[in-house]
């Protein structure tokens, strides 16, 4: 049994218009004016996959184009689109959208959606408009989550950066708080650009590199606790750029595990002179 719990699909009234070129329902065949995020097309690809059950979902990236009502009128369209695909098709499970700050309009919204018409749970953006998960407003969202007993899935809004000041040391505490595990994937979304049409332009293109070669620009602290990760952080930015802390006040117990977790990651001597001591001595200028 294999359960696909990440995939977006539109409502047909929702699909943006464009004169690219696009995919048919057959996955990867070119086609103006159409998109993948079809219901169609998440068929036929779980088929290709051998997926037996299919979540789907949508972020919505395009709320932040919208006021309340707007966000809530379109919010509305993709549960009942949603709703209406997991009564059609028994491999489909479907998950409901909103702002989790909206409200008391959008909480009686995602309520309807999950008593009435069955969805599994939510997905929101990390941010919109300034706006954030922890954001006090959003704690009757959570609340109402918790008592309906169904898990939120918060994933990242489609935003651009770019690296303007290429001297600047960036030091970014508790490995870069996971950059390393997800630089693979803003690369893939670089290197698709145009043929990513159906997401919205990639204007202003403010970097000229993938995003992993501006990573490796930054230094990584690090804070972790848990050794696979701080491989992997080494492994991504390289050993002169990772430097040694343990983010503890006078904690005997988090000091000593912090220094120890250097000898977990099979590092030769030089590499950990670099870690402990020689990359913050370059770096500070002591």
């Not at 169609?40 to 395009?62: C, F, Q, R, Y």
């Not at 220094?259 to 200028?285: F, H, P």
Request: charged letters at 25%; glycine letters at 8%; one cysteine or more.
């Amino acid at each position: 049994m294999i359960i696909d719990s990440h995939v977006h699909v539109l409502p047909p009234e929702d699909m943006p218009a464009f004169t690219g070129t696009g995919f048919h329902r057959n996955i990867g065949a070119p086609k103006q004016g159409r998109v993948p995020t079809t219901i169609e097309n998440a068929l036929e690809a779980a088929k290709i996959g051998g997926v037996d059950i299919t979540v789907i979902s949508n972020p919505i990236h395009n709320l932040r184009d919208m006021d309340r009502e707007q966000q809530l009128a379109r919010c509305k369209r993709q549960n009942h689109f949603n709703a209406a695909q997991q009564a059609k098709y028994p491999s489909i499970v479907a998950m409901a959208s909103t702002v989790p700050y909206g409200g008391d309009k959008f909480l009686r919204e995602f309520e309807r959606a999950v008593k009435e018409d069955g969805l599994k749970g939510a997905w929101i953006t990390s941010s919109l408009q300034g706006n954030y998960p922890d954001d006090d407003d959003a704690m009757p969202f959570f609340e109402l989550a918790a008592e309906l007993d169904v898990p939120v899935v918060i994933h990242p809004p489609s935003v651009g950066f770019g690296e303007e000041l290429p001297t600047l040391k960036l030091v970014g505490t508790h490995l870069g708080g996971g950059i390393c595990e997800m630089i693979g994937r803003m690369d893939y979304a670089y290197r698709l650009q145009e043929e990513a049409y159906f997401l919205g332009p990639y204007e202003p293109m403010l970097i000229r590199h993938p995003p992993s070669h501006y990573l490796k620009m930054m230094y990584l602290e690090s804070t972790c606790h848990h050794p696979p990760a701080a491989r992997c952080a080494i492994d991504t930015i390289g050993i002169d750029h990772f430097v040694f802390g343990t983010d503890s006040p006078p904690l005997f117990v988090l000091k000593k595990e912090g220094v120890e977790l250097i000898d977990k990651l099979g590092l030769t001597a030089a590499e950990k002179d670099k870690v402990y001591y020689q990359n913050a001595k370059r770096l500070l200028k002591l």
